[in-house]
């Protein structure tokens, strides 16, 4: 047992240099919607992503590269980017072969953040590619840190419901000691059976809904397996794994 | 509705700053056992409690004032202390009429932390004294921030059960919009009729009982209403309100 590899949740960016990322798999979760996002366009033939942590960089890149620019600040499209932060815009027919150059609030500044903290193993999951997650965390055998995106530093509870998922699946390959992981997890195992219905108590679930519409967004990001990639961060880019 | 005070939760100091504290109550909550014990002294007769942020400090204010220099670093009782952070050591026949000066690892650093942040009404908060806290939070009708002391900066489940069960008590009088509040509030509800029980699940659970033997200060500490006192912040000093 205590040569088990240790896993630990950080419930928000503002607490991830709590948590030593060196020589460990870090998972990047933003479930609303970035994460979900990224699995959404490389299960359906994306090239690749390159996650950027602004809206000028984002265009920037998409230039030199021949990239979609896509994103959002605060929910919605950013001036000069031509596409959004919506895992229904990037199908098969838009996106296959295309790279996508990807700039959000919450789970691209993340990243960036766990490269800046030196991390050397990232990757990213949601919902839809839960299992492709937890089959990597298990095969690799290492430390484990499930980093929540939240909502501008704040906690929010649908990271933290995708972080008690992998943990209900992957636990007996892990030691935890973490309030943090046992809390995810214990308010995964208590509304799984009904995670659309729950999330209507979400804040983040009425910024997208009742401002925006994006009723289908939501019930994608929490379907379980519906783009079961696995996003592996190198060189720049998420590239589909295997 | 949308003219009642608002309730925000933060799970960790190191999320502290993404609250307003000015014109707010801002609910100091280390159940384990800063807060606890200053209730249990306040409501044993102590005349005030000096809550400071090292050990050095609390053994000069201790020395200028007379009063008795106590805390813990780590759970344990640090060098140059004369005693420590457990409720059960402030019983009547000790504490009435003496100055009480505490130092601890998380409690009394937050609530450092907020005054720097120009929080102005801070009162301390801990299942002993749930009710008195919730009847000055309905009566001032202001904005409420319930801050969570946490363990090193670290989530913990305990202080999120406390403001838990504050939200549960106090919620028809506050606008609330925020994840962290929800949860708080569902964790308890789920757990209110055995919370001891339910604490051998948590990482400080295991700290102070496993390698302290703390198992007199667990029972107390989760136990509302047994030491009912409003501690409130005034000019350096907590002092019992009412």
Redesign the interface.
């Known amino acids: 047992m205590s040569h088990q590899p240790t896993l630990y949740t950080s ?2 960016p ?2 991830i240099q ?1 948590y030593d990322l060196n020589n460990t798999v870090v998972v990047v979760i933003d479930v609303f919607r970035a994460t979900s996002t990224i699995a959404a366009a490389l299960y359906n033939g994306a090239r690749y992503v390159i996650p950027v942590d602004s809206v000028p960089k984002a265009i920037e890149i998409s230039a030199a590269t021949g990239g979609i620019a896509a994103g959002e600040r605060d929910g919605k499209l950013a001036e000069g980017l031509s596409h959004g932060n919506s895992p229904m815009e990037y199908k098969r027919a838009f996106i296959e072969d295309k790279v996508l150059v990807l700039t959000t609030t919450n789970g691209t500044r993340l990243l960036h953040m766990a490269l800046e903290q030196g991390a050397d193993n990232i990757i990213t999951g949601s919902f839809p590619n839960l299992s492709s997650v937890c089959n990597y965390l298990t095969a690799q055998q290492k430390n484990v840190v499930l980093a929540c995106a939240g909502w ?6 649908e990271d ?1 419901l995708f972080a008690g998922a992998v943990i209900a699946r992957v636990k007996e390959h892990f030691s935890i ?4 992981s ?2 995810a997890e ?2 995964y195992r ?1 509304n799984r059976n009904d995670l659309p219905g729950f999330s209507k ?4 679930y ?1 910024r997208l809904v009742d401002r925006f519409g994006y009723i289908d967004d939501i019930a994608f990001c929490l379907q379980e397996d519906v783009a079961d990639v696995l996003p592996l961060y190198k060189e720049g880019r998420l590239i589909r794994q295997g």
């Open positions: 419930l928000s503002a607490l709590l501008k530093d704040k906690f929010n509870l933290t000691h973490c309030d943090s046992f809390m214990y308010m208590q108590n979400l804040t983040h009425h």
